[in-house]
């Protein structure tokens, strides 16, 4: 798609860490722009669900599957941030459609 998609800055920016999706979040609040805010519910639930199941994964002791929970966690990252450089709303893979609900008021 078009480089010149509104907001994609800041939607590509929502997936540099949580630091860069409270920074999106704070640049998306006027004007708010619905690509961007899009990335950053799905960044945001991204990075929650890193915390929730990084935190789950220091009660086990097995290279196994913590390297299986930094490879969905990568996966999710990765496919998130590809489709903000390339202009587009796809959900990532499991939970997308849930990070937009759970965080809808996320705008």
Not at 37 to 57: K, V
Not at 59 to 84: E, K, M, P, T
Request: without cysteine.
């Amino acid at each position: 798609m078009s480089s010149t998609v509104p907001g994609k800055t800041t939607a590509i920016v929502a997936y540099i860490t949580i630091i860069g999706t409270i920074i999106a979040y704070f640049i998306n609040l006027e004007p708010k722009d619905s690509f961007a805010s899009f990335h950053i519910r799905q960044a945001f639930g991204i990075h929650i669900t890193f915390y929730l199941i990084g935190a789950i994964m220091g009660l086990f002791d097995s290279g196994l599957i913590i390297g299986g929970f930094y490879i969905f966690f990568i996966v999710l990252w990765a496919y998130g941030l590809i489709n903000a450089i390339q202009g587009e709303t796809r959900e990532v893979p499991l939970l997308g459609h849930l990070y937009q609900k759970w965080f809808s008021t996320i705008s």
